[in-house]
Nanobody, 122 residues
Framework: QVQLVESGGGLVQAGGSMRLSCAAS????????MGWFRQVPGKEREFVAGFTWGGGSRDYQDSVKGRFTISRDNAKHTVYLQMNSLKPEDAGVYYC???????????????WGQGTQVSVSS
């Protein structure tokens, strides 16, 4: 089981930037996948960005490509989500996730953080 703690959410104006962090602890496998998901009221949790811990291949939701960047610091077991050119539709609760299979579906992850709120004013 992996414990995840997100930080870095808050309020930003449209066009601004924000960086989210996810500190992971516990049993971490070199091939563990990490991802960021977003959820807004009344909608399902949706994939935003992710990568395999060992392979480093990255994937992004189409709406954030070119604006968001997922990265990691292996020594610190921390995953980051750099969000630039933020839009009001980017707002929501962002969750960090870890799992053995990963991918764009939430079923590929078995550990979740508590979530951090991102608000974007227009």
């Amino acid at each position: 089981q992996v414990q995840l703690v997100e930080s870095g959410g808050g309020l930003v104006q449209a066009g601004g930037s924000m960086r989210l962090s996810c500190a992971a602890s516990g049993r971490i496998f070199s091939s563990y996948a990490m991802g960021w998901f977003r959820q807004v009221p009344g909608k399902e949790r949706e994939f935003v960005a992710g990568f395999t811990w060992g392979g480093g291949s990255r994937d992004y939701q189409d709406s954030v490509k070119g604006r968001f960047t997922i990265s990691r610091d292996n020594a610190k077991h921390t995953v980051y989500l750099q969000m630039n050119s933020l839009k009001p539709e980017d707002a929501g609760v962002y969750y960090c996730a870890a799992g053995p299979t990963g991918g764009r579906g939430y079923l590929g992850y078995n550990s979740w953080g508590q979530g951090t709120q991102v608000s974007v004013s227009s």
